[in-house]
């Protein structure tokens, strides 16, 4: 199914003409993809600093009000958060097979399993908005949006207030980020349907899959810093 057109070298200075997916700069398919893969492993680094600013400054204000963290923490719904992190660890292990299908050549077995993936992320989401819903619904909301002072003292109904923004920060962008990741995959799945990728030409899903793997990796982190610390 890989497709098999080819371009000129173009002033590249080989006799011979290269493959559509290697680009003319580069002496060699070796090449390209050390290229591509160095700069999605920064790319990576920079998400990473990204999502460690959130638990840097969840580490600070926990310390602050830890009673109100902890109590505000038991109002979150164990038996959602469980499920999305049992999802995400699936995805994590579909994506991979999807990889190693397409380093075989099975790419039909590859459109199966990023369809899995993507149907995964759309079943997290899901459950996310359901959890977000019912936060909305008791008003256990940042900011002056929370109203649920009920459930907390005067001066642990401060904390809980803190601890619903970071709630609603980091998972919030932590959806965004499966959004992308599956939107990504979702057209890497068209490609490969197309026979654009194959064993001589993986690294784009590689690519892909690494991304979705950070956004596993990062609920990894918030399922028990958020749920059950």
Known sequence: MSSSKAEPAGGHGHGHALPWYQ??????????????????????????????????????????????????????????????????????????????????????????????????????????????KHKFEVGELPGRFFTAYHDFSPLGAKGANLYYAIYFLATGLHAFHVIVGASILAWLMVRVHKGKYGPH????????????HLVDLVWIFLFPLLYLI
């Open 201 to 212: 030409h993986y690294v784009p899903v590689e690519l892909g899959a690494l991304y979705w």
């Open 23 to 132: 680009a003319h700069h580069f002496d060699s398919m070796e090449v390209q993809n050390h290229a591509v893969r160095l700069g999605m492993w920064l790319f990576l680094g920079t998400e990473v600093l990204l999502f460690a600013g959130l638990f840097l400054g969840y580490t600070v204000y926990r310390w602050l009000y830890h009673q109100s963290f902890h109590e505000a923490s038991r109002l979150l719904s164990l038996p959602l958060g469980t499920i999305n992190t049992i999802i995400l660890i699936t995805s994590s292990f579909t994506v991979a097979l999807g990889y190693h299908a397409i380093k075989v050549g099975k790419q039909k077995a590859c459109v199966g399993y990023l369809a899995f993936t993507i149907a995964c992320a759309g079943a997290f989401l899901v459950i996310k908005f359901f959890e977000y």
